[in-house]
């Protein structure tokens, strides 16, 4: 569908679609994950499905050094720093912290962006409000001393970005003709909500490829308002990008996987992690992945209209910001 547009092909794909046996008998639906957590190596995730037509398009304009934005463990800088290294591009990461004069962590995703020499712009609450004109700033200071800079939006999350999740539903499509879980389509999509281009992404690859009806996005932050707007915004962007994308599959944002506040998890959040990485080995993050089958768990308890149906999870990454949240997780364990 997308192959006029410039693509760094990266995402070790299709990822692998497999039951969750025993959620499945915990939540009383069929549940079934997309393993978008191996999307790659150090850079896995769902933001490399991203960055492929992002990254293509900035090398197709002739730039060689990419600034994105994102809070200090952010697993898309991460994942764009990586991919800038591997591809000879330079990075600049505006990141986001509490206090701009405490000591920069050495651990998950800002340790690989050290790692593979990103150069880290860090800003405080209030100037991260207008991290749009920073990064235009910081745009203009690459163009100043003779670099060609392109700017990625928080979260890679545009039009073209979400191509990578139409993308990601083609393969969907091709594993159930291929017999891969019964192949019948899903009845509902869920996944973790952060910034709304995977969920953007999502909704229409599933409604182009006849994957699901319904796309259950499991909000770690905002509220559902903010997020139906985010969605729509970057489904039109898409649209007139390729014309050619049909209506998207309905989308429902859902907040009961939230918890107190953006990368923090409640203790029964924390203790869900925990229970789900002994019952079925799937070691969630406690800022996104977690939260939405959190979300998801608490949806099994409440909606019986999940009873019996067949239930697709989209596990979209994270393991460093995990890695960086052992303190927070010690009492649980
Ligand atoms: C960024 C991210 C999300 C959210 O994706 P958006 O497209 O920003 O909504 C979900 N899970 C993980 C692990 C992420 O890093």
């Known amino acids: 569908m997308f192959k006029n547009l410039p693509r760094v092909r990266w995402v070790h794909g299709p990822t692998p ?3 969750a046996d025993k959620l499945s008998d915990r939540f009383g639906f069929d549940l ?11 850079e896995a995730g769902n933001k490399v499905r991203k960055l492929e037509f992002l990254i293509g398009d900035a090398i197709a304009q002739g730039a060689d050094t990419l600034i994105t934005c994102g809070g200090i463990q952010s697993n898309h800088a991460r994942a764009t720093a990586v991919l800038a290294a591997s591809l000879g591009l330079k990075c600049v990461l505006a990141l986001s912290v509490t206090d701009t004069s405490a000591p920069l962590p050495c651990s998950g995703n800002v340790l690989i962006d050290r790692m593979v020499g990103a150069k880290l712009r860090l800003f405080d609450q209030t100037q991260w409000d207008r991290r749009v004109d920073l990064m235009h700033e910081l745009a203009r200071e690459v163009s100043a001393s003779g670099g060609r800079p392109y700017v990625i939006p928080g979260g890679g999350s545009n039009g073209l970005g979400a191509l ?3 993308e990601a539903m083609r393969e969907v499509r091709e594993q159930l003709d291929a017999g891969i879980a019964g192949g019948e389509a899903f009845d509902l999509i869920v996944h973790a909500c952060g910034t709304g281009g995977t969920a953007a992404g999502v909704a229409l690859g599933a409604g182009l490829y006849g994957v699901a009806p319904v796309v259950r996005p499991m909000a770690v932050c905002d509220d559902a308002a903010y997020f139906h707007a985010a969605i729509a915004s970057v489904i039109r962007e898409a649209r007139e990008l390729v014309p050619a994308l049909p209506v998207p599959a309905a989308v429902r944002v859902d907040e009961r996987g939230k918890g107190p506040a953006y990368a923090v998890a409640s203790v029964e959040q924390r203790r869900f992690l925990v229970e789900v990485a002994r019952a079925q080995g799937w070691v969630l993050d406690p800022v996104y992945t977690g939260k939405a089958l959190y979300g998801l ?6 909606d019986g209209a999940l009873a019996g149906k067949r239930v697709l999870f989209v596990h979209t990454g994270g393991l460093p910001g995990l890695l960086a949240q052992g303190e927070e997780l010690e009492g649980v364990l």
């Open 17 to 19: 679609l497999v039951r």
């Open 297 to 302: 768990a608490q949806a099994a308890g409440e």
């Open 32 to 42: 079934w994950v997309k393993r978008d957590d191996a999307t790659g190596g150090v």
């Open 164 to 166: 990578g999740y139409v």
